[in-house]
C-alpha cells in the first residue's frame, strides 16, 4: 500500500518495458535530464565532500554517471537501473578509462553493504518511484553518515498542459502525479537523511507541432504506467480528441509545456532503527566480571 504523500502507483513490468524500448534513442530525448543534472552539479560546487564510491541511481543511459566520473576521475562510479537495455546504452557509451560500473537493480533494493556509498545521485528518478519511503530508507541505509544525497525530480505543477487536456476528454489517468517537494522532504528526515533543502527552478518548453512533443515523450520513455490508467487501447478517436484541446491551447504558433525541476539534497545520518530494534557497537559489549 502507498503511503498518503504518494499516489504514484506504478505497474514496475511497464516501466521497465517502457524504458527499454527507449534506450536505444533515449540520449535525443533527453534533454530535460540534462539541464536537470547540470543543475544538480552546479548546486554541488560548493559543497565540501570527500568521496571515494558515487552511485547514481535511475542513471538511464549513462550520460550522467560520464560527467561524475570526469569530475570526480579518482571516485568509482556505480550506475544503476532497473532496464537492461539503458544499462547496456551506458556501458557501450563510457570510456575504458572511466571507473564506472554498472549494476540492474531495484533502487527500492539496493544490493549494497550499508553505509558504503559517500555520494548518491538520483536524477528523475522519483518520478517512477512507487514506493516513496522504501526508497528513501534504502538511500539513506547505503549511504554513510555525513555523506551526500542529491536528487532531481519534476514538481506536482508539472505537466499540467496535458493533464487538464485529458480531463477534458475522460476522468482515466493518463499523466503521472508528482509528489510535493515538501513530502519528498518529510520523506527524507523519516528515513533518517538530516537537513534537506529543495529548491525550484521553472523550465518552459515551447512546441511548434504536436508530433514533437508526443516524440519527446515517448523517446524519454515517459508514458502512462499507472496502474489505474484505463488498459485498453487509447483509440483513434479519444488521441484526436487530445490533439484537438491540445491544439486549442496554442498561443503565438507554439504550446507551452511547463515544468518544475525540483532539486534537492539531504546529508546521511544512518538509517533509522525500527521499533524495538537497537543498534550496538562491537566495541561497546563489556565483559562481565564475576
Not at 7 to 34: E, M
Not at 81 to 96: P, T
Not at 125 to 148: K, M, Q, T, Y
Not at 196 to 219: A, E, H, K, N, Q
Request: hydrophobic share 45%; with cysteine; net charge positive.
Amino acid at each position: 500500500m502507498s503511503s498518503p504523500e504518494n499516489t504514484n502507483v506504478l505497474r514496475l513490468n511497464d516501466v521497465i518495458r517502457r524504458f527499454d524500448r527507449a534506450a536505444a534513442g533515449f540520449a535525443n530525448s533527453d534533454f530535460v535530464h540534462r539541464q536537470a543534472f547540470d543543475g544538480l552539479l552546479e548546486r554541488m560546487q560548493p559543497m565540501q565532500l570527500k568521496s571515494e564510491r558515487i552511485l547514481d541511481l535511475g542513471c538511464a543511459a549513462g550520460a550522467g554517471s560520464r560527467q561524475l566520473a570526469k569530475s570526480w576521475r579518482r571516485n568509482h562510479v556505480i550506475s544503476l537501473d532497473i532496464s537492461s537495455a539503458m544499462l547496456q546504452q551506458a556501458r557501450q557509451s563510457k570510456s575504458q578509462l572511466m571507473r564506472i560500473s554498472e549494476v540492474r537493480a531495484d533502487a527500492t533494493q539496493l544490493p549494497f553493504v550499508s553505509g558504503s556509498m559517500d555520494l548518491v545521485v538520483a536524477n528523475m528518478l522519483l518520478p517512477w518511484i512507487g514506493d516513496l519511503a522504501g526508497f528513501f530508507n534504502e538511500v539513506a541505509r547505503v549511504l554513510r553518515v555525513d555523506g551526500l544525497f542529491l536528487y532531481t525530480t519534476l514538481g506536482a505543477a508539472s505537466l499540467s498542459e496535458l493533464r487538464q487536456a485529458w480531463r477534458a476528454i475522460d476522468e482515466d489517468v493518463h499523466v503521472h502525479p508528482f509528489v510535493d517537494m515538501h513530502n519528498i522532504a518529510d520523506a527524507a528526515l523519516r528515513a533518517g537523511l538530516r537537513n534537506p533543502i529543495v529548491d525550484i527552478d521553472p523550465l518552459v518548453v515551447s512546441y511548434r507541432d504536436l508530433t514533437s512533443l508526443f516524440r519527446d515523450l515517448t523517446g524519454a520513455g515517459a508514458r502512462n504506467c499507472q496502474q489505474a490508467r484505463f488498459h485498453g487501447l487509447t483509440g483513434k478517436q479519444r488521441f484526436a480528441s487530445l490533439r484537438r484541446e491540445l491544439q486549442s491551447r496554442f498561443v503565438d504558433g507554439a504550446l507551452r509545456i511547463e515544468l518544475e525541476l525540483v532539486y534537492g539534497h539531504a546529508w546521511g545520518g544512518g538509517p533509522v532503527q525500527p521499533v524495538g530494534e537497537f543498534r550496538l557497537e562491537p566495541s561497546q559489549i563489556g565483559r562481565r566480571r564475576r
